[in-house]
């Protein structure tokens, strides 16, 4: 088992778009509805596919586990077996010695944009980049699961 | 993807247990509640982990895609992500060209023992074993997934 200790902050600008170095659209969707145990996600990253298994609580931490499996199984799975798809391009932003991954959301998510950190500890410091916003680490409307329930479109 | 054609009985007596060829101790729990639109099962199989993720519909006849995963990974998932955990030992019996897997169950679904038999069409013929009981393909009682949450022995 990983844990993954990841801190989410919502972006105050567009000054990260010029220091990314890479982005990766993606598509996923859930097998397991909201409110159980576990989240299980179904992934196309590019021509990859994940299956991404995580435990469904709300902050920083969380045990997580992940395999790789065929794309065309994984598309197959989102299109079938999954509900409240997520579209979104991700971009990777490098800053004070972390990769920070920015997701541009598309479909009823737009214009919905966060930035993640991950974290070797929940305390580990790291440098603000002048683009960040409030963190939302703790509010679980911004989990990607939620949002593929009740997308960013029809929020109050 | 790959279709699951099973067929599944009761058995009528202890007469497959010398046509036995070998056995396997099973442990394996759900990642999505029953009634989600697909199974997510975690096993430990002797020595080996699975991810198995199949449409969730009673017959014959079900989409499924199975993949290895390491046993370690599977035992935390089981012990920690999942609930109503089934444990069975699988035999598996050769009789006229087809293989038999004969699931006893231990624990809360002793003394329920299953017949399954993988077919490559729904109207595939085969020999019936003289052990062979009623069918229950389209009994959702039997599912393993239905047992973990209603384990035989709470059965009215």
Redesign the interface.
Known sequence: ?AIEIERKFLVANDLWRAAAHASVPMRHGY???LG???S?RVRVEGTVGK?N?K?AKVGISR?E?E?E?PAV?AE??IS????GIILKTRYYVKHGGHLWEIDVFEGDNAPLVVAEIELASEDEAFERPEWLGREVSDDRRYYNHALSVTPYKNWE
């Open positions: 088992m097998l397991a509805p159980a145990a576990a299980v299956l298994i435990a045990a586990y395999y499996i199984e197959e799975m079938t077996l999954c509900t």
